[in-house]
């Protein structure tokens, strides 16, 4: 699938009325991260990126953290804010 095919999807799936966490997964060197930010590029809202090409541990943990800090940026309306 061409690229333009998954920018496409991911906008519509960030246009839903409901809200979720968009995982964007697969195999290395494919161009997942090009993909997110060329998306984010034409984004007209507020978005967090957070790349799990590090995590240690518990990757249900690292998620866990993710989320709760996505919530409390949402909260504060603060991009900065530390969870």
Known sequence: ??????????????SEGRRFMQVVAGARQVGKTTIINQFLD??????IYES???VTGSARAWLEQVRNSARLKIRTGNPEALP
Request: proline letters at 4%; aromatic letters at 8%; charged letters at 35%.
């Open 1 to 14: 699938m061409e690229r333009s095919k998954y920018i496409s999807e991911l906008a519509k799936r960030a």
């Open 42 to 47: 034409s984004y007209p809202h507020d978005s």
């Open 52 to 54: 799990a090409d590090s």
